[in-house]
Structures are given as structure tokens and as C-alpha cells.
């Protein structure tokens, strides 16, 4: 049964970083890429960013050059950098993958930006 399980949200004032994390189970995790989605209140929930199995990556043109996708195959883990934080991150971020035709996701983690 695969779980992915986020955490690392919280409150941050405007320019601050967090780094949030995603752990899986119940997968090959060095098989699959993984991705980082997030929604904000009242809006569709978007892509932010993307690691493949060969750790290439994609982002949102939103969050390139602030935010930084990254794996850790060892730990079954994927971690999202973000720096320079602006109010428009605030949202619930949630890690997402997709296998044989499924669509897997965690329970999300809030990051809030405000002074």
C-alpha cells in the first residue's frame, strides 16, 4: 500500500525558507518520479515542481530559482527547498505520485507566509 506522508509546514514571514519533506512507503521509490503540488484557498491545486527517477527536474515558472526539488533514494524520501518566500506560497503543499495508473497523495502540510 503506498503512503506518502509530508511534513515541514508551518509559519514564515515574508523572504524566510522551510524545507519540507515527503516520506513514501510501500514502493520502489528509486522508480518512480515524484512531484510537489500545492493549493491555495480558492484556487485549483497546481504543480509546483517535479523529480524524475534520473533526477531531472521541472518547476513552476512561479517558483524557478527560489524553490529546489530533491531525493534522497536511500530514505525513500523527497524534500522541497523553498527560499525567498512570498504570501502568494501560502497553501497547502502536498506530494504526489503517480503508478500503474493511480494518482497517490499525502495529507498535505500548511505553509503559511505572513508578517
Known amino acids: 500500500q503506498v503512503q506518502l506522508v509530508e511534513s515541514g509546514g508551518g509559519l514564515v514571514q515574508p523572504g524566510g525558507s522551510l524545507r519540507l519533506s515527503c516520506a513514501a512507503s510501500?514502493?520502489?521509490?528509486?522508480?518512480?518520479?515524484m512531484d510537489w503540488y500545492r493549493q491555495a484557498p480558492g484556487k485549483q491545486r497546481e504543480l509546483v515542481a517535479t523529480?524524475?527517477?534520473?533526477?531531472?527536474?521541472n518547476y513552476a515558472d512561479s517558483v524557478k530559482g527560489r524553490f529546489t526539488i530533491s531525493r534522497f533514494n536511500a530514505k525513500n524520501t523527497v524534500y522541497l527547498q523553498m527560499n525567498s518566500l512570498k504570501p502568494e506560497d501560502t497553501a497547502v503543499y502536498y506530494c504526489?505520485?503517480?503508478?500503474?495508473?493511480?494518482?497517490?497523495w499525502g495529507q498535505g502540510t500548511q505553509v503559511t507566509v505572513s508578517s
Open positions: 523529480i524524475t527517477k534520473g533526477h531531472n527536474t
Open positions: 510501500g514502493i520502489i521509490f528509486s522508480l518512480y518520479s
Open positions: 504526489h505520485l503517480f503508478k500503474l495508473g493511480n494518482d497517490y
